[in-house]
């Protein structure tokens, strides 16, 4: 079938799928960054308190200009030395609340032994005889409340907490002669104890999502017309957000799906010019410029008065090829009919030729020959052949003398 072709594009070279593959192992790397920080700054955290803490032996850095093998490689890396790091961290946090929660309970021990025993005045006075009995003291029952106190301060040596607040509590609780208050104070412990949970749970949940927004920063490096967003990304990383907003994820993904569409397009223009020119096809310096845009691009078929038109369709992979002449001459059906003929062979083999630079051509639109008359257009808009402009211009300048 030799009328008005349309298909879709598809483009696959090594370049595009390294350039991917880096892109991705970039951003992996840079999630894998993050998570290695956090471990440095929790075993600063539990060397400022137990004086000391394992070391942290971090992989070597991938050079800037290494590829995404090595990027990737360097992530693997990282990620398992920080796995490491973090049992190591683990079990050396475990030791010193072990150490804390022993020395917490001795204190308790030696602050009961030290409190003085409550013992009653048995001296009897006519006065004490004559008036009403007094209330009986309130008996507490301190085995179940040391129970409870050290429940909560095993809980607490875990936690990062305030330590000062939590010794008064204790330490109030010691003095009551009540039930009811000690209750109210070992439910403020618990509140302490919420409260440091939360902060936690919320460092993690920080900790997390800056490694998720960190490669997202990661992915829209380089990626035109992004920059909106890549200061969004940075904006939410300063504030230190504890997830990462559903339309940010969305909102990235479409910004490198348009990008990486854009490149593909760029490739094709250059694949089609080339195919062409190879063909035999006269492209003219505004070929490329009008297929990279919404325009449809000519090229002349030799120094014939035929040439073939292309269009990509904007905002997908999708082109139309057609057969057009020059408005400048009159030509018969035959001669259209061979014109059709012409650039049906021209499509093939540019199809062919297009595949050798990773782009697929496929034709899934077709009509049949005469269907459609072959379409003028301008005759400057048909690049002439190099010595054909050369002739031509001699004479114009004759013309104008």
Known sequence: ???????????????????????????????????????????????????????CERPAAPPASADSAAFSAAAQALEAATATAATALSAAREEVAQTAHAAQVAKLVATLQAEPQHQPDHRASRWRQTRAPEPQPETVDWDRVNERIDRRIRDLAHLDHDAARAQELIADIHRCRSESRISLLLNELDFLIAESRAATAQREAQAATRADLLAMQARLDGVAGADALRERVATLIADGVTAVPDYLTAAVEAAIEQADAEADRQHVVRVMNKALQELGYVVGPQFSTDLSSANAAVARNGSSHYGLKVRLEPGSNRFTAQAVRSDAVLTTADEDAAAERVFCDALDKMIELAKRDGVDLDVDLRHEPGAYAVQKVADDKLAKPAATRAATRPAEKGRTL
């Open 1 to 55: 079938m030799s009328g008005p072709k349309g298909g879709a594009y598809h483009v696959e070279t090594a370049e595009q799928r390294e350039a991917r593959m880096l892109r991705d192992a970039k951003a992996a790397y840079a999630r894998a960054e993050s998570r290695w920080q956090e471990i440095v700054s929790r075993r600063a955290a539990l060397a400022a308190v137990a004086g000391e803490a394992p070391a």
